[in-house]
């Protein structure tokens, strides 16, 4: 893109009918959809890895479905994330890593260890969790990205947790949980989670302007102004691979805003 290449820009899966006739044209052929979608967009967030593993083949074909430069983030398993003891989860991330993930190549982007909004920050328990994140598997390198989503979290302390574990803390912009800005890993991840059905492409073109202006200076290695951080101590600034994903809210119009988004960039 222009000037900021290592931004990625993209939606969460690809299999969602209303998007058949608004997104992909009239009677495309649902196996093609991925293709369609990659051709568009510069990543996905594979949801479905949240619910069920997935078969190596299945990952393997992923990867061949999509051009040079796409990239996959996977939300991990619930198993890892939904449970009152992290530090227990040690199995179920292993199992997550193990089922195949590594198929991908160089399409496989972070992944992603969403949080239920009760859970609170034990951080004790979340050091151990953190610990457990692999760096690598199979020769692969692994990055990760965790989306906390209850006020306890937007602490100092959290803050230099993430950062000591090499981990991105997910920056979401929602209507229904408190965001957390900060930087912390060697790559930026934003959801984008407040498109309303009224706007075309979910967001309107001024929001759009800021979140192409905010893209960059991530990329850059900034933390712009303007949002909500827990911690006063700013990361060291280098360039940041960047990736931006519109999810929820109006997901009729998520495809729409990330190209929107994309088209930004490249201006």
């Keep these: 893109m222009s000037d900021t290449p290592a931004i990625r820009v993209g939606i969460g899966g690809w299999t969602y009918e209303p998007w058949r006739g608004s997104f992909f044209p009239e009677k495309w052929p649902h196996k093609r959809e991925l293709e369609y979608a990659a051709g568009k967009l510069t990543a996905?967030?594979?949801?479905?890895?949240?619910?069920?593993s997935q078969k190596p083949a299945t990952f393997a074909s992923w990867a061949e479905a999509v051009p040079d430069g796409f990239v996959f983030t996977l939300k991990?398993?619930?198993?890892?994330?939904?449970?009152?003891?992290?530090?227990?989860?040690?199995?179920?991330?292993?199992?997550?890593v193990g089922q195949g993930i590594v198929e991908l190549g160089d399409r496989l982007g972070p992944?992603?260890?969403?949080?239920?909004a009760t859970k609170k920050f034990d951080p004790e328990d979340?050091?151990?969790?953190l610990a457990l994140l692999p760096a690598n598997h199979e020769g692969v390198s692994l990055r990760h990205a965790v989306q906390v989503r209850h006020e306890s979290f937007a602490v100092p302390e959290f803050v230099a947790m993430a950062r000591?574990?090499?981990?991105?803390?997910v920056y979401a912009d929602s209507a229904d949980y408190p965001a957390i800005a900060d930087v912390t890993g060697d790559f930026v991840y934003a959801r984008l989670e407040n498109a309303t059905e009224d706007e075309p492409a979910g967001y309107a073109p001024d929001a759009l302007d800021h979140w192409a202006d905010v893209s960059r200076r991530w990329a850059r290695g900034e933390q712009p102004g303007g949002l909500p951080y827990a911690s006063s101590e700013a990361p060291g600034k280098r360039p940041r691979e960047t990736f931006v994903l519109f999810i929820n809210g109006a997901k009729v119009r998520?495809?729409?805003?990330?190209?929107?988004?994309?088209?930004?960039?490249?201006?």
Excluded at 111 to 116: C, E, V
Aim: with cysteine; proline share 2%.
């Design 126 to 129: 979340f050091r151990a969790f």
């Design 254 to 267: 998520a495809p729409h805003g990330a190209m929107a988004l994309i088209d930004r960039l490249k201006a």
């Design 44 to 52: 996905i967030e594979v949801n479905g890895t949240y619910y069920s």
């Design 76 to 96: 991990a398993s619930r198993y890892c994330t939904n449970r009152k003891v992290l530090a227990e989860a040690g199995e179920s991330v292993a199992k997550f």
């Design 164 to 169: 000591e574990a090499g981990v991105a803390l």
């Design 111 to 116: 992944i992603l260890w969403q949080f239920m």
